[in-house]
């Protein structure tokens, strides 16, 4: 990020809110941040001074002076500024700042709609999932090893194209399909 060193010096060129639309925070931000190390804007000199009790922060980086719960901060700002509140209000915030929120906002619900959809999704596949295993264990305990013949048996394109589709997708032959398909009709019907 940008040290004090580095603020100080854009300072002399720039003003705050310059400075500020830089660093992409907003100027009262940035002026907050600057008193929290210890710093004074002096209206005669035009210029940022340090007026804190310990060695000038000028090494350390100016996003350690924008939380209040820093105890770093303290340290180095005058006494008679340690007990002010220098906790920075919401309208202090650039429009692009709550811009931003707002996208990060709009970003997490969305998230938060694709999540559930998955899960949605993936307890809809489980439970097909679980069906066709079903399926699976009634073929080998239902349909018994015996003798088979063939028969022609014609049905409706669409039903057989579903009964393709089906078998493909299961990996379930087609005979075994239409064997318990009859088996429980014929259950349904009382042969």
């Known amino acids: 990020m940008y040290t004090i060193q580095t603020i100080l010096e854009q300072l002399k060129e720039h003003n705050v809110k310059e400075v500020s639309k830089n660093l992409e925070i907003s100027d009262k931000r940035l002026r907050a941040a600057l008193q929290a190390a210890g710093y004074q804007y002096s209206q005669s000199a035009k210029s940022w001074d340090y007026t804190g009790e310990e060695q000038e922060p000028l090494d350390r980086e100016l996003i350690e002076f924008?939380?209040?719960?820093?105890?770093?901060?303290?340290?180095?700002?005058?006494?008679?500024?340690?007990?002010?509140?220098?906790?920075?209000?919401?309208?202090?915030?650039?429009?692009?700042?709550?811009?931003?929120?707002?996208?990060?906002?709009?970003?997490?619900?969305?998230?938060?709609?694709?999540?559930?959809?998955?899960?949605?999704?993936?307890?809809?596949?489980?439970?097909?999932?679980?069906?066709?295993?079903?399926?699976?264990?009634?073929?080998?305990?239902?349909?018994?090893p015996e003798e088979k013949i063939r028969k022609n048996v014609y049905f409706n394109k669409s039903i057989n194209t579903k009964l393709d589709h089906f078998s493909e997708i299961c990996r379930i032959q087609k005979q075994d399909i239409i064997e318990l398909a009859l088996r429980d009709f014929f259950k349904r019907y009382k042969e």
């Open 66 to 144: 924008m939380s209040t719960n820093k105890p770093q901060a303290a340290k180095t700002a005058p006494k008679s500024r340690q007990k002010a509140d220098t906790t920075i209000p919401i309208d202090s915030l650039t429009a692009d700042e709550i811009a931003a929120i707002r996208s990060m906002l709009a970003a997490y619900k969305q998230q938060e709609g694709v999540i559930e959809a998955a899960s949605t999704a993936l307890e809809q596949h489980t439970d097909s999932a679980n069906s066709v295993e079903q399926l699976l264990i009634r073929i080998r305990t239902e349909i018994q």
